[in-house]
């Protein structure tokens, strides 16, 4: 599928342009960006920030209707530790954890390799985890329609960690719930299933 390919085809001139901009920035910090390690640095660093952003490009709803059946199960569907890797909007800077997310179908369910792959295509953006979580509890709920949906991030931000604070250990956890999730007892029997991976 076209949205989640690996981007191979970088746009060249957006490539070109960020590219330069790293030039600057290396520049400015004091480096010499003739030095050997360095050459390719500007080129490398502009294609892995259109990696890590490619997600302003994809089309989570497409995602999900691709792959969307008919199916009568109607009981508690979990998927736990789904790798999270976003930037920071603030600082530009990583932060990576779990999601976990669980749905009730309402006759329909949706393939299970699917729900990563919406975590990547809000990750790959420059986010906040509490609208990380909040995009895809919206987008699960909106496209799958149903009975409920829960969304878990757990997540250290390096903007913490190496700067700032630096509080090297601490984890931000977020949470939404819909539909039957609202209930205490359902909300509860989700957070005991996935308790054991919350730190
Ligand atoms: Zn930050």
């Known amino acids: 599928m076209t949205q989640y390919r690996n981007l191979e085809e970088y746009n060249l001139e957006i490539t070109d ?3 330069s901009r790293y030039s600057s920035i290396i520049n400015e910090i004091g480096e010499d960006l003739n030095r050997d390690g360095l050459i390719k ?9 259109l990696f890590l952003t490619q997600g302003y490009k994809q089309d ?8 969307m059946f008919k199916e009568s199960y109607d009981e508690m569907v979990i998927i736990k530790d789904i790798e ?3 930037l920071c909007e603030h600082h530009m800077l990583p ?4 999601a976990h997310i669980a749905y009730i179908p309402n006759g329909h369910i949706v393939g299970l390799s699917k729900i990563p792959r919406v975590v990547d295509v809000f990750a790959r953006r420059l986010q906040v985890q509490e609208r990380l979580t909040n995009d895809i509890l919206e ?17 250290s931000h390096m903007c913490m960690m ?12 977020t949470s939404g719930f819909r539909g039957q999730f609202e209930k205490i007892e359902t909300r509860n029997e989700f957070l005991k299933l996935i308790s054991s991976k919350l730190s």
């Open 162 to 173: 190496m700067r700032g604070v630096q509080k090297q250990n601490s984890v931000t956890t």
């Open 17 to 19: 342009e960020v590219k």
């Open 95 to 98: 932060f990576f954890g779990k």
């Open 139 to 155: 987008c699960l709920n909106n496209t799958l329609k149903p009975q409920g949906v829960a969304v878990v991030i757990e997540a």
């Open 60 to 67: 989570a709803v497409e995602i999900l209707k691709g792959a």
């Open 84 to 86: 999270v890797y976003s």
């Open 41 to 49: 640095t500007p080129e490398r660093a502009a294609k892995a920030m």
